[in-house]
């Protein structure tokens, strides 16, 4: 054979190689993707249901040292937790050893010490089910129903980056008061038959107590993270000004997600796209006011931006706030396992989901139905905002592969 002809030839086979790695390996490799994100949609919905159980079988472990030895850089809890219920039920009722005012911020809050020496966050009860918070998408009081929705959401989602959230009924007469510091105590007061306090924040006023039902009030708890996991708090890239008149830079320039690209921690590292999770998160439950944002210390960008605080949500149903999807649509990128369970979640799903997942939560139900209805009508919002995307860019640009292994040892 010529040596021009071993040169064609040998050119042949070579695009034959690159055709078979790119088009038919790399397939191969998607499409093993898209079914182990099949699989771990069905395990999380045969794992919906959690029922309080105290039971702990096979360990000697408290339920808290369990739920500290689930914190992992990128989750707060892991895929498979049948101990969850068991956790949940000691939130919700082991003793309460101490209270006292909650720790900075602009909304009350009280935080309190259960039997075991485990912190949580007590947010209480200001609305009904049915209220509507009209006003900005950040209008009103913390809703507490709202920490415990968004805890289920994120365990559908399978963002596993948010604390654990339970309702729990407290007596503020036998449960709070003989427990609470100085400091908290001096902010109860009686209206009518009823106890209320209210606390120490930003905004916390004693005209606006939060009042229980006699003496027994509902609220949420929010388990604190482990000590040893402290917390970093960074600014959100897309965050607002919250003055009337100014506008951040996102909300006019439409080119701004290429300035975030060349600043850390979002020009390399999974954070960006965490963004683009968050914002995803936070459009389906409305929450417009995440300003700021927590990841783990000294993560050099590689920690999860941990969904803390999310009970500015569920305000209003009607209200479907276009400008907190800013990251998606701005940047038009997404993870491949985000996009493929947005798409298991269509039809109704989502929303039976939450309701399996909320039904045994103390303080059930947790969301009104016109809440419940909002959800399926946001996801069909979010997935026409990358089918805009994919349309301008294309998939392979705007779907990212983007999978982490994680470890629980």
């Known amino acids: 054979m ?20 790119v088009f038919l390996i ?11 994100d099949q699989r771990a949609f069905h395990r999380m919905m045969a794992s919906l249901r959690v029922e309080l159980d105290p039971r702990l079988d096979h360990t000697l472990q408290s339920p808290w040292e369990i739920a500290a030895q689930w914190v992992v850089p990128r989750e707060v809890y892991p895929e498979e937790t049948p101990e969850l219920g068991a956790v949940m039920h000691a939130m919700a009722t082991k003793k309460i050893i101490k209270a006292d005012v909650g720790y900075k911020g602009t909304q009350l809050k009280a935080l309190l010490i259960l039997e075991g020496g485990q912190k949580v966050v007590f947010k209480p009860k200001r609305y009904a089910r049915d209220y509507v918070v009209e006003g900005e998408p950040y209008a009103g009081y913390d809703r507490h129903n709202a920490e415990v929705a968004a805890f289920h959401l994120d365990r559908i989602l399978g963002f596993r980056r948010a604390p654990m959230v339970v309702g729990r009924f407290v007596n503020l007469r036998t449960e709070i008061k003989p427990v609470a510091t100085e400091q908290l105590l001096s902010t109860f007061l009686t209206l009518g038959n009823n106890t209320c306090f209210y606390g120490k924040c930003y905004y916390c006023r004693e005209t606006e107590p939060a009042c229980a039902d ?3 009030m509902e609220g949420s708890v929010t388990l604190w993270l482990p000590d040893v996991w402290p917390l970093q708090k960074h600014r959100h890239p897309w965050g607002r000004t919250y003055r009337e008149g100014k506008l951040a830079r996102w909300e006019y320039d439409e080119s701004y997600c290429d300035a975030v690209k060349k600043t850390s921690p ?14 995803i998160f936070d459009y389906l439950i409305g929450n417009a006011d995440r300003h700021h944002y927590e990841s783990f210390q000294d993560d050099e960008g590689a920690s999860m931006l941990i969904l803390l605080d999310n009970a500015k949500s569920f305000g209003n149903p009607s209200l479907d706030e276009r400008s907190i999807l800013a990251p998606l649509y701005q940047c038009c990128i997404i993870r491949v396992s985000t996009w493929n369970r947005l798409n298991y979640l269509k039809n109704g799903v989502l929303k039976s989901a939450l309701k399996t997942a909320m039904s045994h939560d103390p303080i059930s139900p947790v969301l009104s139905a016109p809440h419940m209805d909002a959800l399926d009508q946001r996801l069909l919002n979010i997935l026409a905002t990358i089918k805009q995307c994919t349309d301008q860019f294309g998939s392979d640009v705007v779907l990212v592969e983007d999978r982490m292994t994680l470890s629980h040892l």
Not at 26 to 36: K, V, Y
Not at 266 to 277: A, K, N, V
Request: glycine content about 4%.
């Open 2 to 21: 010529k040596l021009k002809q071993r040169v064609v030839l040998l050119a042949i086979l070579l695009v034959i190689f690159i055709f078979t790695k």
């Open 214 to 216: 006699g003496n027994t």
């Open 266 to 279: 979002y020009d390399s590292g999974p954070r960006l796209l965490d963004i683009i999770d968050t914002a």
């Open 26 to 36: 790399d397939n191969l490799d998607t499409s093993a993707a898209n079914r182990e």
